[in-house]
C-alpha cells in the first residue's frame, strides 16, 4: 500500500465542531435584513375543482404584505415532466397541492392569513391505486395529458422504461428452477432535521438570490432562471448560496413549489420572503421514496446457475411528477447486473394517482428493486436446494465482466463482501435451524464512478493558494453532511504535500463555484475528488515552477512535503510553500498560483434500449443479519449487522463507516419500521410519534467492514460510498427472519403484525 | 401555534382562582409536553395557559404515612426514586420507558393522567396499585379512584374549577410480586401498542395466588382492570394452563380499536401474550 500522508486517516468532519456546538447556519437560522415570511395554503381534498377563492379578508389582516394564488400569478411550469406548477389554479389534484401563499411580517400573521382565505371546492372523485388507475375508462388526473401510441388521454406517463437483453421467455423454458413473487414497497420519507426551506429576494435590477438547501445548485440555478423568464423576467440572473444543509439524502435533487412560491411572494413584496416547512409540511409536502408493485420472476439451471430475470412494476407516480419517476433507469442496474445474469427484461409504467408524488431517495430505485430480486433469490436458492450463500457466490460478478446492461465491470469485490459477511455470521453454523433465530445476506451493486444521467456529468475545481500557504479549494461539488467538504480537502492536501488544516473549501454560492450537476448517484468523491485532484496537480506544476527560479532547480526535481518545496537532489535546498509564493506576489512580473480543472469521467449515457457504461466504476457491498423473531408478538430484534462494502479505497474511514452506518440505520428503518401513511392520499402519520424513524436507542451495533480493490479511475482508488449502505438491508432482514422463522414478508415494512399473520398463516 | 397567555401561579389557591377567573379559555399546563403538542396541532386553543411549575410542594413525593406523588414530579424522577422503586416498581419501570429522557425530565404524572390517553404509560401500574387521585377546588377536595378518574379517551372526571394535586398509593399487600409491560415498535419516543400491568400476591407457603391486579392499556377508550381475568387466577395455583386461560380470558375483557398503531386483532391478541408473560415473570422474578 502507497505511504499516504492525508489518505486513509480517520480525520473529523471540517464543519463538525460547528454543527455539534448550533454554530452551523442552517437556513432555520437566516436570518435577512426586512425579511418576510411566507406560508402555503394546502388543498383540503385529493382531487377537486377550485370555484372560487376570496383572499381579500386576508390581505386585509394588518401585517399581509402579499398573497397570491394560481390566478394572479404567472404560470411557471417546473418538474422534469412539467407537469407541475408553483400555485394551482382550477384543479387540485392532491392533498399537497399548493392553492395560496401569504407573505407577511411574521410567521404567526402568515399562518392566520391563510386560515382567512376562503376557497369553494367541487369534490371530485379520486383515484389512490395506480393499478385501478391504469385501467380503460379510469377517471384521469390531468385531463390534458396524452399518451400511448394513439395519444389520447391517460394516467400513464409517457416514460416507456424497458430494457431487454437476451431472450427471457426462452430461458425460462430452460429454467429448472422458476420464482415468481410480487413484492410492494412503500412511501418513506428522508425525514432530514433540517426541514425544507429557504429565502428568496431580489435586487433592484430584478436578479434574484436564493438562499437554498439544495443538492444541485447548477442545476436549481438553471431551473429559477427559467422560473424568472416566466415570470418576464428574461435575461435575469439567478444567484443559489447554499446555507449548512440539514440533510438531503435526494430530497434537493429538483426544486419544489414553495421555492418558487418564496420567489413569487419576494417579487410581489419587494422584499426578502423566508419560506421554512414545520416538519408536518416536511411529511405531507415534499417527496418521498418512490413506492412500487414488483412483479418478478427468476430462473436458474439444476446447479443454481441464474438462466433468467424478469420484472415488470407499477409506480404511483402521484399527482405530480418529479425524479422518482425516473427511478426505473437506476432499478435497471441491479435488475440487469446485480449477479450474472444472461437474460434480462424489465418494463415498469408510472402512474398518475391524487397521491404525493415521489422523488429522489438515497439508492434511486435501488432499494426498491434489490428487495425483490435479493428475497427471491433466497427462494429460488430454496427451490435448487442450494445453501443461498454458495447460490450468490456461484453467480457473482467477477472483474472483466459486461453485463446484459452493458456495464463494464472493473473492479468488484463482491465475492470478498459475501465472503467476509459469511465468516462473520459464522454461515455455516448458524443458518438454517428456523428456531426463532436467523441469519440473511444479500448484496446490491451501484454506480461507484459517476453517473452519466444527463449529458455531462462533470464538474469543476478551482484552487488558489495565498500568501501564507492556504489552499483555497472552490468546487462545483455539494456538502450536504455526507463529508465532501473534509474528503477533497484531504485528496488536495495529499496532491500538494500540505495539511488538510490549509486547506478551505468553498462549495455554497453559485455566483463563486464552478459548475457540476449535483450531489447525487454517490458521484461526489469520486467526480469531484478527481476534478480536485486534477486542479491540484495543475497547480503543484505551478508551484514548482515558481520556486525552481528561487531555489534555483529544474522543477522536475522538485517536490512538496509538509508545507514545504524541496529538491529531491539536494534536500538542503528547500523553503516554506509560503515564503515561495510571497515572493512570487511581491515580485516585479510576479503570478499568482491559480488553477481550474473539469473533470468530466468517461463514462456513457444509457441509449435508447437503455444499455450503455453508466458509471466508471461500479460499488458492491453485500450485508449480513442475524434477527431474533418472537413468535408470540412478530417483533424482530437485530442481534448482529456486518455491512461489507467495495469502497475502491477509503479516503476517509470515519466518514465513510459514518455513510454505512447511516446508510444501514435508514435501510434498517426502511425495513422494519418506517412508513408514510397515506389513507386516501392523506398523510396521516406527519410526525414522529407515528412515522418510526428509528431512535439512537434502536440502532443496533452496524460492524462496517471496508473492502479496498484500489479502482485505478477513481481519486486515489476510491468509488462512491453515499448510496450502498442502504441498497441490501432490507431484504438481508427479509431473509433473515425466513430463516429464523420461515416466514416470507413481501412488503416492507416488516411490521410485527405482518410476521405475526405470515406465522399464523403458516400453521394453519 | 395559537398566541396565549402564559400565567404563573406561586400557590394552589392563585392557580384555582385563575381557573374559575378564565374558565373555559385556561388550560393547565405542567411539563407542556402534551398541552403545547396539543396546542400547535390545534387540538386545543386556550387564550390562558396557566403554569402549575410555580407552586410550591407539588413536584414532592411524601413516603411518611400514605405514600403520595405530587402531581408534578416528572417521570424521570419517579424512574430514579430509590423510594418509589422499592415500593412501586412497576410505576418506577412504566415512567422509565416513557417517551424519552428528554421528555421525562420534563413530563410529570399528574400531565399523564389528565391527559388520560387510553395508552398513558403509567395508567396499568397505577391502576393494580389501586392509586387514587386528589381533586381540589376552591370549595373541595376528593379522592376518586382512577377507574372513575378516566371516562374516555382524553376525558376525565376532573371539572374545570379542579386541579389534580397529588396521587395517592396504598402499599401493596405484603409478597406482592409484579411486573409492567409495554409493545411497542421502537425502544423510545413510543407509544404503546398496548401496555400491561401485572401484580400479584402469592401465599409464600403454598404458593397460591391470593391476589390479582391485571391492568390493561390501548385496547379500550380507558386503560382499565382485567377483574374477571383476575378472578381467574384468584385462589388458584399459577400453572401454564392458567397463565394462558388468564391470557385468553384478558382479551375477552378489552374492546381495542384499529388505528394507526395497530389492528383490533392484533391488539387483542397482544393482551393475551402480554397478560401471560406478565403473570410469569411476576412469578418467577423477585420484586426489583
Known amino acids: ?764 | 401555534m395559537k398566541k396565549f397567555d402564559y400565567l404563573k401561579p406561586h400557590t394552589l389557591e392563585e392557580a384555582l382562582s385563575l381557573l374559575s377567573q378564565y374558565g373555559d379559555k385556561a388550560r393547565l399546563i405542567a411539563g407542556g409536553t402534551d398541552a403545547i403538542v396539543m396546542n400547535k396541532q390545534k387540538k386545543i386553543s386556550p387564550d390562558v395557559l396557566i403554569s402549575l411549575q410555580g407552586i410550591q410542594g407539588l413536584d414532592q413525593i411524601e413516603s411518611n404515612g400514605t405514600f403520595k406523588i405530587g402531581a408534578l414530579v416528572t417521570h424521570r424522577t419517579i424512574e430514579q426514586s430509590e423510594r418509589i422503586k422499592k415500593r412501586f416498581p412497576l410505576l418506577a419501570e412504566a415512567s422509565s420507558v416513557l417517551g424519552s429522557v428528554q421528555i421525562r425530565n420534563v413530563a410529570t404524572l399528574g400531565g399523564n393522567l389528565c391527559t388520560a390517553s387510553p395508552s398513558a404509560e403509567t395508567a396499568p401500574s397505577l391502576l393494580v396499585y389501586e392509586a387514587e387521585v386528589l381533586l381540589v377546588s376552591r370549595m373541595e377536595e376528593r379522592r376518586l379512584s382512577l377507574p372513575s378518574f378516566f371516562l374516555g379517551p382524553g376525558e376525565t372526571a376532573l371539572d374545570k374549577k379542579e386541579i389534580l394535586k397529588e396521587i395517592i398509593l396504598p402499599s401493596p399487600p405484603p409478597n406482592s410480586l409484579g411486573a409492567y409491560l409495554k409493545l411497542g415498535r421502537r425502544k423510545s419516543v413510543d407509544l404503546s401498542v398496548v401496555n400491561v400491568a401485572v401484580l400479584l400476591t402469592l401465599d409464600p407457603k403454598t404458593g397460591i395466588c391470593e391476589r390479582a391486579r391485571i391492568a390493561l392499556g390501548a385496547v379500550a377508550p380507558t386503560p382499565l382492570r382485567a377483574k374477571e381475568t383476575e378472578k381467574i387466577l384468584e385462589g388458584n395455583l399459577l400453572d401454564e394452563r392458567l397463565i394462558i386461560r388468564a391470557g385468553d380470558w384478558a382479551k375477552q375483557e378489552c374492546s381495542p380499536i384499529t388505528d394507526i398503531r395497530g389492528s383490533a386483532e392484533y391488539r387483542r391478541e397482544m393482551v393475551a401474550v402480554l397478560v401471560a408473560k406478565a403473570i410469569k415473570q411476576s412469578v418467577k422474578l423477585p420484586r426489583k
Open chain 1, 1 to 764: 500500500m502507497q505511504d499516504f500522508i492525508n489518505i486513509g486517516k480517520r480525520i473529523p468532519k471540517m464543519d463538525a465542531e460547528d454543527k455539534v456546538t448550533g454554530k452551523a447556519v442552517y437556513i432555520q437560522d437566516l436570518k435577512v435584513p426586512g425579511m418576510l415570511w411566507g406560508k402555503i395554503l394546502y388543498s383540503p381534498h385529493p382531487h377537486a375543482r377550485i370555484l372560487n377563492m376570496d383572499t381579500s379578508a386576508a390581505e386585509r389582516l394588518p401585517g399581509v404584505k402579499a398573497v397570491l394564488t394560481g390566478y394572479n400569478t404567472p404560470l411557471i411550469k417546473f418538474g422534469f415532466y412539467k407537469d407541475n406548477m408553483p400555485l394551482k389554479a382550477n384543479k387540485v389534484c392532491s392533498y399537497r397541492d399548493e392553492v395560496a401563499a401569504v407573505a407577511a411580517t411574521d410567521p404567526d400573521i402568515a399562518e392566520e392569513a391563510l386560515g382567512l382565505i376562503r376557497v369553494e371546492y367541487e369534490i371530485l372523485p379520486a383515484i389512490f391505486d395506480p393499478e385501478d388507475a391504469m385501467k380503460e375508462g379510469a377517471l384521469l388526473i390531468h385531463e390534458e395529458h396524452l399518451g400511448g401510441k394513439e395519444k389520447k388521454p391517460t394516467n400513464i406517463l409517457n416514460l416507456p422504461w424497458r430494457l431487454v437483453a437476451g431472450d427471457v421467455d426462452e430461458a425460462r423454458k430452460n429454467s429448472a428452477h422458476v420464482a415468481e413473487d410480487r413484492f410492494k414497497l412503500t412511501w418513506v420519507n428522508h425525514c432530514c432535521m433540517g426541514t425544507s426551506g429557504c429565502v428568496a429576494r431580489f435586487d433592484l435590477r430584478n436578479n434574484l438570490t436564493i438562499y437554498s438547501n439544495t443538492q444541485i445548485p447548477a442545476l436549481a440555478q438553471r431551473d429559477y432562471t427559467e422560473a424568472l423568464a416566466a415570470m418576464g423576467l428574461e435575461g435575469k440572473k439567478a444567484r443559489v448560496i447554499k446555507t449548512t444543509i440539514g440533510g438531503a439524502f435526494g430530497s434537493k435533487l429538483d426544486t419544489y413549489a414553495y421555492e418558487y412560491i418564496a420567489i413569487l411572494l419576494a417579487y410581489k413584496t419587494r422584499k426578502p420572503v423566508k419560506i421554512i416547512f414545520t416538519r408536518e409540511e416536511e411529511f405531507f409536502a415534499t417527496s418521498p421514496r418512490q413506492p412500487a408493485v414488483i412483479d418478478i420472476a427468476q430462473g436458474c439451471t439444476k446447479d443454481g446457475t441464474f438462466t433468467f430475470r424478469d420484472v415488470r412494476m407499477v409506480l404511483d407516480n402521484g399527482a405530480y411528477t418529479s425524479w422518482g419517476a425516473t427511478t426505473p433507469s437506476v432499478m435497471m442496474m441491479p435488475i440487469s447486473s446485480l449477479y450474472k445474469v444472461p437474460n434480462v427484461r424489465y418494463v415498469a409504467k408510472c402512474v398518475y394517482t391524487n397521491n404525493t408524488y415521489s422523488q429522489a431517495f438515497r439508492g434511486y430505485g435501488n432499494p426498491q428493486a434489490t428487495f425483490a430480486i435479493e428475497s427471491q433469490i433466497d427462494a429460488l436458492a430454496e427451490m435448487a436446494g442450494i445453501d443461498p450463500l454458495d447460490f450468490r457466490m456461484r453467480n457473482a460478478n467477477t472483474p472483466g465482466e459486461v453485463t446484459p446492461q452493458h456495464f463494464n465491470i472493473t473492479t468488484c469485490g463482491l465475492r470478498e463482501c459475501i465472503d467476509v459477511v459469511a465468516q462473520k455470521l459464522d454461515w455455516r453454523q448458524n443458518r438454517g435451524k428456523r428456531d426463532g433465530r436467523g441469519i440473511g445476506m444479500a448484496s446490491m451493486i451501484h454506480v461507484g464512478g459517476g453517473a452519466r444521467v444527463y449529458k455531462s456529468d462533470g464538474c469543476g475545481t478551482i484552487i488558489k493558494i495565498d500568501d501564507f500557504g492556504t489552499v483555497n479549494v472552490i468546487t462545483g461539488a455539494t456538502d450536504m453532511g455526507q463529508g465532501a467538504d473534509t474528503v477533497i480537502a484531504q485528496i488536495v492536501a495529499e496532491e500538494l504535500g500540505v495539511r488538510v488544516e490549509d486547506v478551505i473549501v468553498t462549495h455554497t454560492d453559485t455566483d463563486i463555484c464552478p459548475w457540476d450537476v449535483g450531489a447525487h448517484a454517490s458521484r461526489t468523491t469520486f467526480v469531484a475528488g478527481n476534478s480536485a485532484r486534477g486542479a491540484s496537480k495543475k497547480v503543484k506544476e505551478q508551484l514548482l515552477e515558481v520556486a525552481s527560479r528561487s531555489l534555483g532547480e529544474n522543477p522536475e526535481n522538485l517536490d512538496i512535503r509538509d508545507r514545504t518545496i524541496f529538491s529531491k537532489l539536494d534536500p538542503e535546498k528547500k523553503s516554506p510553500l509560503g515564503k515561495i509564493l510571497r515572493a512570487s506576489h511581491y515580485t516585479a512580473g510576479g503570478r499568482m498560483v491559480m488553477a481550474e480543472h473539469f473533470y468530466d469521467p468517461p463514462n456513457e449515457n444509457l441509449d435508447r434500449e437503455f444499455k450503455g457504461n453508466l458509471s466508471v466504476t461500479y460499488a458492491y457491498g453485500t450485508h449480513g443479519v442475524e434477527v431474533e423473531v418472537d413468535k408470540e408478538t412478530g417483533q424482530v430484534k437485530i442481534l448482529k449487522y456486518v455491512a461489507a462494502h467495495d469502497v475502491g479505497r477509503a479516503i476517509n474511514p470515519m466518514l465513510l463507516e459514518g455513510q454505512v452506518y447511516g446508510g444501514a440505520a435508514m435501510g434498517i428503518g426502511y425495513a422494519l419500521t418506517e412508513q408514510l401513511i397515506l389513507k386516501n392520499g392523506k398523510v396521516i402519520n406527519p410526525d414522529f410519534r407515528d412515522y418510526k424513524i428509528l431512535t439512537a436507542a434502536d440502532v443496533p451495533n452496524i460492524e462496517a467492514v471496508v473492502i479496498e480493490t484500489d479502482d485505478p479511475s477513481g481519486p486515489f482508488g476510491a468509488k462512491g460510498i453515499g448510496e450502498p449502505g442502504l441498497v441490501p438491508t432490507a431484504p438481508a432482514i427479509a431473509n433473515a427472519i425466513y430463516d429464523a422463522v420461515g416466514v416470507r414478508i413481501k412488503e416492507l415494512p416488516i411490521t410485527p403484525e405482518k410476521v405475526l399473520a405470515a406465522l399464523k398463516e403458516k400453521t394453519k
